[in-house]
């Protein structure tokens, strides 16, 4: 039976959350992933679309330096944005690196920072998890490769959103309907908690945008996304940095990865081994080493542990090297 159209004004953000409260089912941005959920059978809605809310469209300078972005820009808007591009390159490198042309025409950022995992378990209508209200894990003694290295609570697939482990090395913070803003770190907590969800808001809650601080002089960015085939592929790991640096010497460091954790995470301990230290290959090399001390990897997910340690250097390196070209040129 198809879902009763939603019939509540799209403008109003206090009626489409009152209409998911009263109601059930879910929020919908660009559809990518509730689209593909439904038609699994993994979801049947009712679905309370959001695009015609103008509150959360739009990309826009703050005084401080900031940017202010609302959820429903697209990845593709973000990945072309100018000011995003020239102040928060890690982020415009996220969206435009994100799935496929398509996906990012139509995916969001707030539904980015809000979807669901991709474990095939959870994906499958005939099988019982966790995520669907189930008592075990499957993945656990099934098929868990592209899993977690660390950090596992009682489930074990990393959370997949890109833009969320580039926010964080950002100190970005959502705006949430009815709610006080919080971190993009706090969306999410410790991973114990998203054993039912791969979020920590209730379903009524609406995030409308993100704000970013102002950057730091010189800053230089970087991210790498470790995958099995070059293009439309959901990355096995991926990280991202970004440097600020007095001559050779590293001044402020950011750090974070996904595909690692059930959530995305800052990396202080690499960012502590930079911060005051001149960025030699061996100091680099030194810091991306300290991610080892994380990894718990499951049977299936040892060969995460050194494509944790490689991905972080390689955006290290980046960062370094843009830097170096930089001063030079």
């Keep these: 039976m198809t879902p009763e159209p939603d ?36 979801s049947a809605g009712p679905f309370t679309d959001l695009h015609g809310a103008a509150g959360l469209h739009g990309i826009a ?26 102040g928060w390159p890690a982020l415009a ?13 139509a995916g969001t950022l707030g539904g980015n920072l809000l979807q669901r995992n991709r474990c ?18 499957p993945a656990r003694e099934g098929d868990h490769h592209f899993g977690v290295v660390g950090g596992a609570g009682r489930c074990i697939i990393p959370h997949p959103s890109t833009l969320a482990m580039a926010l964080l090395t950002y100190d970005a913070r959502v ?4 709610e006080e803003p919080r971190s993009v770190a706090d969306l999410y907590g410790d991973g114990d908690l998203l054993h039912r969800a791969d979020h ?31 293009h439309a592929e959901w990355p096995l790991v991926e990280a991202t940095a ?13 750090v974070a990865a996904g595909g690692v954790a059930r959530v995305p995470l800052r990396l202080p301990e690499v960012e502590a081994a930079l911060i005051g230290r001149e960025a030699t290959p061996e100091a680099l090399a030194a810091a991306a080493a300290t991610v080892l001390a ?11 542990t050194t494509l944790f340690r490689d991905t972080v250097l390689e955006v290290l390196e980046q960062a370094a090297g843009a830097t170096a070209a930089a001063q030079e040129h």
């Design 7 to 42: 019939r509540t004004d799209p403008t109003d953000l206090t009626g489409l959350a009152d209409a998911v409260r009263a109601r059930g089912g879910e929020l919908r941005a660009g559809g990518t992933d509730t689209g593909a959920r439904q038609r699994s059978g993994v």
């Design 93 to 105: 490198a996220s969206a435009g690196t994100a799935a496929t042309p398509q996906i990012r025409a």
């Design 61 to 86: 300078a703050l005084p401080d330096g900031g940017l202010r972005i609302g959820a429903l820009t697209t990845l593709a808007e973000l990945a072309a944005d100018p000011q995003v591009r020239a």
């Design 200 to 230: 920590l808001l209730p379903p009524y809650r609406i995030l409308t945008a993100v704000r970013l601080p102002a950057p730091l002089p010189g800053e230089r960015a970087a991210c790498h996304r470790a995958t099995s085939r070059a």
């Design 120 to 137: 095939w378990y959870f994906r499958n209508p005939h099988v019982s998890c966790l995520q669907k209200g189930g008592a075990g894990c």
């Design 242 to 254: 970004r440097l600020a640096f007095d001559g050779t010497t590293v001044t402020h460091a950011a």
């Design 294 to 304: 994380r990894c718990r990897p499951l049977p299936q997910t040892g060969y995460k």
């Design 175 to 178: 705006e949430i309907h009815d």
